[in-house]
Structures are given as structure tokens and as C-alpha cells.
């Protein structure tokens, strides 16, 4: 044990040609020194000295020295020559592939490695055995598939190729082996880019799956196909060539084809169809839309009676919130829902009735809302478009309040002075010609009073248009304050006002215009700093004194009125 220790240390299993010479030299050296010594130390033991022991001694330390060096060089050339026989053995093997017959060398060592040897090419010969196997169960398997198989390197080159090329391509084997390209040889020109692009990444070891190509006979004839292609890999897991699978589709194509072809057709008669429903769709859409934007409310009740379209302004217009809950409703339901809005629903309920049941066509009934608004309503039978059998009724609301308070509106303001807020002129002749009408029916009086402001000129061109406007709105408040209820004041223009009274007396007429003289000349007005009053020159004319004729009813007045500011007859003014 401890020996085979000190022979590791001394002659370790990686030592190197150059360090065991020099370890040989050593151990020689070592020797020879280690004989001399001895052989020395004997001698002097002996008793011998002198020069003569000491060369003795140092001779049978080169002798021994020798001798050790060439024992364990001719041990080196004995193994060398036994690693030589071993190494032609194998080289012999390794061509002809046999088991190289490797006799014992007496050595342990050798023979372990000899029977490693052995074992590793016994089992090289075993897996060598089932490739060969593998390889005789698969090849027929690959010869036989109908498709396209190649094998291909890494430059392009065509390795392999399976014997249905032939039947597909019309190209021989063998004129598939000797192309340069033999994607150039039946892969069709204008699918050629796709096919090295995805080639190109195969290299990179990407697999190519599901890539449809054209592959072109020799003839010229094309037909589909689809590729599959992934790297080959070496035993260190390098890419070392391509292999390719085409499986021929064109009989899919074909009827993918028709199918499109079929598919087109019902698309086309789809589109067609869709065209048409698009066209009454949108017809539809715009009759919507118009009736939408309407300011009038449109209702269609069908043949039996039941809601069938209601735009939003007509839900507004009898506050039925969202339409969509009135479509399908009853027109008895809904008369009922909104009854609570007309002021006498049961007339308008007998109104409908009437009109359904006579077919009435155009009739305008407005309807009387107790929030005061007014709606008009206006109906008419839709007839069917074969000319059949009505399809139902249209109703037709329109919200008519603000129309006539605009009427109202603009009739008041035909009649009344916008400065004053009196009656004008229009107005006072209306007024005059109906109350003279009335007052011959009847046989009763009606009196005129006409009269001017004095001093109001002078006011004007003084103090400007706005002080005469002051001065006309003051006026006309005062003397609206003191007239009576049959008795109608009129500003007929400038600073003239009239007032009509109806069945006056003489005295009642001169009472009248001490009254309004009297609350005029009460009135003081103060224009920048300068205090101005204001009188009144009146004068009046009475029926049937003076005729039942508006015109000379007005000269009378007039006449009067000159006839005053002659005399003085006026208020008095500051």
C-alpha cells in the first residue's frame, strides 16, 4: 500500500515524456550515489584510505547509474512498442470495421486497455447494428410516401430525394441530384423568394409549418402544394441540412375554388338582396328622420286599432315620456293615459269616435289643455299601397299656443302706441266705427273727447325727444288712472290722445275734461335742473248732436277743441 502511494507520487498518471526522463535521471542518479556511498563506507569500515577507495566508489556509482538508466529506458521501448501494436490493431479496425484481435502484452495496464477498447468497439458495433436496422424498417417508409421528400444541406445541395418527386415533378431522381438549385428546378418562379426566405430561417433553426406553394412539372403544367420544412441536427445539436415535405393539394385547391366561386355567387345574391333592404332600409331611415325633426307630433294607429309609430315631439306633446312604451298600445288606453290633460276629455273622446266612425279626412279640431296650451289636431286615412283596405290612421298633433300668443302678440302691438301703451290711432278708429254701429243699434249716446298738451313743444325742443317721451308716458299714466270703465283712452299721435265714452251726457263729457285737466295740471316735471308743467286744450263732440258719422263726429271734436285754445280754455301750465 505504502509503495503503490510512493509510485504515484513518484510517477504520477499524467506525467508528462520531458518530466520522466528527468525523473529517470534523478532516480539514476540517486542510485549510482546511493552504491558509491555504500561501497565507500565499506571501505572505510575496512580500513582502507586513500585515493583508491574513493574512485572505486565513484566507478560503481557511473556503473550503476548507467545501468538504471538503460533498464528504464528499454522499459520505455517496450511499452512504446506494445502502445504501437495496439494502436495498428485499431487503425486496422477502424477501416474494415472489424474487432481488432489484441493478444495479452503481459502488462495490466495494457490489457485493461485493450479490453476497454474492445467493449467500446463491440458496442460501436451494436448501435451501428440499429441504425442499420432503424434504417432498413424506415427507408422503405421514406421511398414509399407519396408526396415530395428532400434532404438538403446547409448551400442547398440535394442529399436525398424519394421517388414520388418523379411522378409529381417529371423531373428523374438523378435530375433532381445534378441541379444546382432545385428550388429553381420545379418551384414555380414567382413562389421562389417566399421559399428561400423560409429557408433562410430554417438555417437558423426555425421549423417552416403550413406554407402553400406551387410546384411547376416539366411540362410546365402547375399544381398546389404544401410545405413543411425543419433543420437536421448533428449529435451536438448543430443545424446540419434541411429537410423538405410537400404533400400535393391542388385537388383541395380545386375545391376550395368552387367553393369560392360558390360562395361568391350567394354573396353577390346576399349584396343584392342587402342592396334592396339597405335602399327601403334607408327609405325608412329618412322618413324616420323627417318625421323626427317635425315640430308637429305624428301618431299611426294600424286597422286595429293599435299604435304603431309616435315620434318623440308627440310623447312630448302628451307627456308620455319615452315612446318606445306606447307602440302596441290601444287608442282607448291611450285617450285614457291622457285624458287627464284636456279640459273636457270626454268631448274630444267623442270627437275620435266620430271621426273614425265617418272616416273623416283633414277635419282640424284644436284641443284645450289644462295648462293652457293649445293643440290642434288634424287626421287622415292611410291607404294601402295596392289600393286595398286602409292600413290604418295617421293623427297629427301640433302644439298651435305659442302660434296664437304670437298672434295675440302681434295684433296688440298693431293696436297699441309702444311708447305709451295706449291704444292708437288703428285701434281708435276700429273702436270709433263699432261703437257708432252699436250706439244707432241701440239708440244710444257716444261721446269723443279730443285733446292736445300745451307746453309739450316747447319741452321737446328744450330738453330733447327723451324728456317729450317722459312726459307722454307720465301723462298717459295719470289720465289712465282717472278714466272710467266705459271710457277708452287713445294717443292718436304726437302729444293728441282721445277718449271714447260711451252713453255720456253733456255733463258727464265737461266733468270728464275737468277731471283729466285738472290731474295734468297737477303733474310737474323737472329736466335738468328746470321744473316744466304741461296743460291740456280740449275739445268734444257727442252723439246724435253731431251726427252718427265717424268723420264728423271727429271735425265736431276737433272744431271744439280750436274753438277752446281760442278762448283760453285750458288748464294752466307753470
Not at 75 to 102: C, F, H, Q, W, Y
Not at 157 to 185: H, K, M
Not at 412 to 436: I, V
Not at 446 to 452: H, N, S, V, Y
Request: glycine share 6%; proline share 3%.
Amino acid at each position: 500500500m505504502l509503495s503503490e502511494r510512493l509510485r504515484r507520487r513518484l510517477f504520477p498518471e499524467e506525467l508528462g515524456f520531458s518530466r520522466w526522463m528527468l525523473m529517470v535521471r534523478l532516480y539514476a542518479l540517486v542510485a549510482g550515489l546511493t552504491a558509491g556511498s555504500i561501497d565507500l563506507v565499506l571501505d572505510v569500515l575496512h580500513g582502507h584510505m586513500g585515493w583508491e577507495p574513493v574512485l572505486v566508489s565513484a566507478g560503481i556509482a557511473v556503473v550503476v547509474f548507467l545501468f538504471v538508466v538503460g533498464g528504464l529506458l528499454a522499459s520505455r521501448e517496450v511499452a512504446t512498442n506494445n502502445a504501437r501494436r495496439m494502436i495498428s490493431s485499431l487503425e486496422k479496425s477502424v477501416i474494415d470495421g472489424s474487432i481488432p484481435n489484441l493478444p495479452s502484452l503481459g502488462w495490466k495496464l495494457f490489457d485493461r486497455g485493450r479490453d476497454a477498447t474492445i467493449r467500446l468497439l463491440t458496442l460501436r458495433d451494436e448501435k451501428i447494428a440499429a441504425l442499420q436496422h432503424e434504417l432498413d424498417f424506415y427507408a422503405p417508409l421514406a421511398e414509399d410516401m407519396p408526396g415530395l421528400e428532400l434532404v438538403l444541406d446547409l448551400t442547398g445541395r440535394l442529399l436525398w430525394i424519394n421517388p414520388a418527386a418523379t411522378t409529381l415533378t417529371g423531373f428523374s431522381r438523378e435530375e433532381s441530384r445534378l441541379a444546382v438549385d432545385p428550388v429553381e428546378l420545379w418551384i414555380y418562379a414567382k413562389d421562389r423568394p417566399t421559399l428561400r426566405e423560409g429557408m433562410a430561417r430554417v438555417r437558423q433553426g426555425e421549423a417552416l409549418e403550413g406554407l402553400e406553394l406551387r410546384v411547376q412539372r416539366k411540362d410546365g403544367r402547375t399544381f398546389w402544394v404544401i410545405c413543411r420544412c425543419y433543420p437536421l441536427r448533428d449529435a451536438s445539436g448543430k443545424v446540419s441540412g434541411l429537410r423538405f415535405s410537400a404533400q400535393d393539394i391542388q385537388a383541395r385547391k380545386d375545391t376550395d375554388l368552387k367553393l369560392l366561386e360558390t360562395v361568391a355567387a350567394l354573396r353577390r345574391a346576399q349584396a343584392l338582396k342587402e342592396h334592396y333592404l339597405d335602399r327601403s332600409n334607408d327609405e325608412r331611415m329618412r322618413l324616420s328622420a323627417l318625421l323626427e325633426i317635425l315640430s308637429v307630433g305624428i301618431l299611426f294607429v294600424d286597422r286595429d286599432r293599435r299604435v304603431v309609430y309616435i315620434n318623440q315631439r308627440c310623447a312630448d306633446i302628451w307627456q308620455l315620456g319615452e315612446r318606445a312604451a306606447v307602440v302596441g298600445m290601444r287608442d282607448s288606453a291611450l285617450l285614457a293615459a291622457t285624458a287627464a290633460l284636456r279640459i273636457d276629455a270626454d268631448a274630444y273622446h267623442q270627437h275620435v269616435e266620430h271621426v273614425i266612425a265617418n272616416r273623416s279626412q283633414g277635419a282640424q279640431y284644436d284641443i284645450h289643455c289644462c295648462d293652457g296650451r293649445v293643440v290642434r289636431e288634424v287626421s287622415s286615412i292611410v291607404p294601402a299601397s295596392d289600393g286595398g283596405r286602409a292600413i290604418g290612421r295617421v293623427w297629427i298633433y301640433e302644439d298651435i299656443t305659442a302660434s296664437l300668443q304670437a298672434q295675440e302678440r302681434l295684433a296688440e302691438m298693431a293696436e297699441r302706441d309702444p311708447l305709451t301703451n295706449l291704444y292708437n290711432r288703428r285701434r281708435f278708429h276700429e273702436d270709433l266705427g263699432r261703437q257708432l254701429a252699436e250706439s244707432v243699434r241701440r239708440n244710444e249716446h257716444l261721446g269723443l273727447l279730443l285733446f292736445d298738451l300745451d307746453g309739450f313743444k316747447e319741452i321737446n325742443e328744450a330738453f330733447g325727444h327723451h324728456s317729450g317721451d317722459e312726459v307722454l308716458r307720465r301723462v298717459a299714466s295719470e289720465i289712465s288712472g282717472v278714466i272710467r270703465r266705459n271710457e277708452l283712452l287713445f294717443r292718436l299721435g304726437g302729444e293728441e290722445f282721445a277718449i271714447l265714452v260711451t252713453q255720456p251726457s253733456v255733463e258727464n263729457l265737461a266733468h270728464l275734461t275737468r277731471r283729466v285737466s285738472a290731474q295734468v295740471a297737477a303733474l310737474e316735471f323737472c329736466f335738468e335742473e328746470v321744473k316744466a308743467r304741461v296743460a291740456i286744450c280740449a275739445g268734444s263732440a257727442m252723439t246724435p248732436v253731431n251726427g252718427y258719422d265717424a268723420e264728423a263726429l271727429i271735425l265736431a271734436a276737433e272744431h271744439a277743441m280750436r274753438q277752446a285754445r281760442g278762448k283760453g280754455l285750458q288748464s294752466p301750465r307753470a
